[in-house]
């Protein structure tokens, strides 16, 4: 279900916090995959960022640009835009299936104090006649995971995240 | 039919969109013919750095020389044939070839091949330009480096015409007066033909068509919560609503048409802002310009010139779009930012954040284009016959001016397409 690397962080992850860290992971793919924008973004701390990094290895999301690098201001927006009637590509729904591998808590994040859990994870979307693949890793960050975990930020790195591609509509 | 009767005074036969045979005569008399757009030497600073890429469709690559010049060579074995260089970047103090070690020096000419005596009695010889890797001529303008597979064209900077001033410009812009590629390169597939891409971006009218999924979203976000002046979420909201002016904005902008295909469109964006971070750029441009040079640097607002046919530039914000024809229907945009030597951190990376937001795959104003372009593309694969841009300013001089609602920069472009194509060299 979940998976600790850092012994010193066993205590901490009591059986029952596993289980309530590894459903926020889970619900944060399924309400995607369902299109219930709104609870996704509720599982999100005001201060959080989605980032998808072009460049593997790529530092920071300042100096280098980024397939997304979105605050919850610029979320809010993909999310409204994907509502839109008028949204012209999305006249043909998109469709995704997340499947994800076993979840790694990895560390507590010095400057946040933030627990961080790392996920391989798998994406199918269909739109328009034609089926895409994205693979990676999820990277999540979780804020006040003791008491009330919150995603701070969630990080994609794609295998192929410096490929050319065409539109990419959806959170991934 | 000869391509040239594709081609109407106000209007192009689909024809020029989807046919193969249009696309390969495209390749070798317009991307053949012309100048084009390489890459900015500030990706090759050392001696022996080197970048892939491609020119008409050939592989190619920049390469710095020991003496500091900038060489642009096929990226083809006289051998057998295979990539000398290679990956995207690297760096060579001599190039080797990974297939039978034919060996070159930076300047592309054969230094050594392993097992001469195999070529004795043969013509092949060390010091016969047949056996070199072949040259392109090329020439640097203000960094950016552009070449040639026309021998017989016009010298670069006469070719750039109106298009150097706004490379000027750009330069200029840098406290430093250099600009540097930085921050990585987006590469975008577009489901169209190349010129309907050309053909979009001085294009005033679609935006408050085909951006409207991106404007209604933010005027919904933005009635919840105003962001913080001079913020970045204040920047991208700005950016958004751009795309949101009314015609008579729109009609008032002037887009100007020169030389073989180019054309510029004046900014449409105050480009002074008047926060910190802005009067901090600026105030290191008058350090090192004097104010009357600062004052005239910035004044000279063009929001995007085509550099026909493969680059567009976009000074506000820094960004280069190179385009390379794939097949009738696809197309590859790489997207670069460049760095403004002598500005803060703060100031350039508000180009990062504009390339993020109008330039990734994802971004949602882009995704929209794409779908027009994509429409464009579905919708001339069969249908009539004929597609228009009968829209204003309709003269038949080779240099307009018109308004941001006129479709007189494509009919500008289609001119330099008829002189290409019927075998015009520049």
């Given amino acids: 279900m979940m998976l600790v690397r850092d012994p010193s962080l066993q205590a901490d992850l009591t059986p029952s916090l596993r289980e309530r860290l590894a459903l926020l992971l889970h619900d944060e793919s399924e309400q995607l995959d369902t299109g219930r924008f709104d609870d996704w973004l509720a599982l999100f701390t005001p201060d959080c960022v989605y980032w998808m990094p072009l460049s593997p290895g790529q530092p920071d999301a300042l100096d280098h640009v980024s397939l997304f690098y979105e605050d919850r201001l610029a979320m809010r927006l993909r999310i409204e835009r994907l509502r839109h009637p008028r949204a012209h590509s999305l006249k043909d729904l998109i469709r995704t299936s997340r499947c994800g591998a076993t979840p790694v808590a990895e560390k507590i994040d010095e400057s946040t104090g933030d627990l961080v859990i790392t996920r391989r994870f798998q994406m199918v979307e269909y739109h328009r006649d034609r089926t895409r693949l994205f693979a990676g890793v999820y990277t999540y960050q979780i804020a006040d995971f003791r008491d009330d975990p919150r995603i701070r930020l969630k990080r994609v790195d794609l295998v192929d995240s410096a490929a050319p591609f065409e539109a990419i509509e959806t959170f991934i | ?426």
Wanted: net charge neutral; charged share 25%.
């Fill in chain 2, 1 to 426: 039919m000869p391509f040239t009767d594709l081609v109407a005074e106000n209007r192009v036969h689909r024809r020029v969109y989807v046919s193969p045979v249009v696309l390969d005569a495209e390749r070798e008399r317009i991307f053949g013919g012309s100048w084009l757009y390489v890459g900015h030497d500030s990706q090759i600073p050392a001696a022996g750095d080197y970048f892939c890429t491609e020119v008409a469709g050939r592989p190619v690559f920049m390469i710095r020389h020991g003496s500091g010049e900038v060489h642009v060579l096929h990226n083809h074995c006289p051998h057998r044939g295979a990539l000398v260089a290679g990956g995207r970047t690297g760096n060579a103090r001599m190039l080797r070839c990974c297939y039978h070690g034919w060996t070159f020096q930076v300047d592309g000419r054969l230094q050594a091949i392993p097992c001469m005596e195999s070529y004795e009695g043969s013509e092949v010889r060390i010091g016969d330009p047949r056996f070199d890797l072949k040259p392109l001529q090329s020439a640097v303008y203000r960094g950016f480096v552009f070449a040639t597979l026309n021998d017989d064209a016009p010298a670069l900077a006469t070719w750039l015409n109106q298009a150097a001033a706004v490379l000027d410009n750009m330069t200029e812009r840098a406290p430093d007066g250099e600009l540097e590629i930085a921050g990585g390169c987006f590469r975008t597939v577009q489901r169209n033909n190349w010129k309907v891409y050309l053909e979009n971006l001085h294009d005033g009218m679609h935006p408050k068509f085909v951006h409207q999924s991106s404007l209604r979203a933010s005027d919904r976000v933005s009635r919840g919560e105003e962001p913080d002046a001079g913020s970045n979420a204040a920047l991208r909201m700005h950016i958004i609503a751009a795309n949101d002016q009314d015609f008579e904005q729109m009609n008032a902008l002037t887009v100007d048409c020169f030389g073989a295909g180019h054309s510029t469109m004046r900014g449409f964006r105050n480009p002074r802002s008047d926060d910190l971070v802005a009067r901090e750029y600026e105030e290191a441009l008058v350090a090192r310009r004097g104010v009357a040079e600062a004052d005239r640097i910035l004044s000279l607002n063009y929001h995007n010139a085509n550099i026909y046919p493969n680059l567009s530039v976009h000074p506000s914000f820094m960004q280069l779009r190179v385009i390379f024809p794939v097949s009738v229907d696809r197309t590859l945009v790489e997207i670069w930012t460049l760095r403004l030597k002598g500005a803060g951190d703060a100031f350039n990376r508000r180009n990062i954040l504009y390339a993020n937001t109008v330039h990734s795959p994802s971004s949602i104003i882009k995704v929209d284009d794409l779908e027009a372009y994509r429409r464009v593309q579905a919708g001339n694969a069969g249908g009539t016959e004929w597609v228009s841009q009968h829209a204003r300013d309709r003269t038949a001089s080779g240099d307009a001016t018109g308004s941001a609602l006129s479709e007189h920069y494509i009919r500008h472009q289609y001119r330099a397409w008829r002189l290409y194509m019927e075998g015009h060299r520049s």
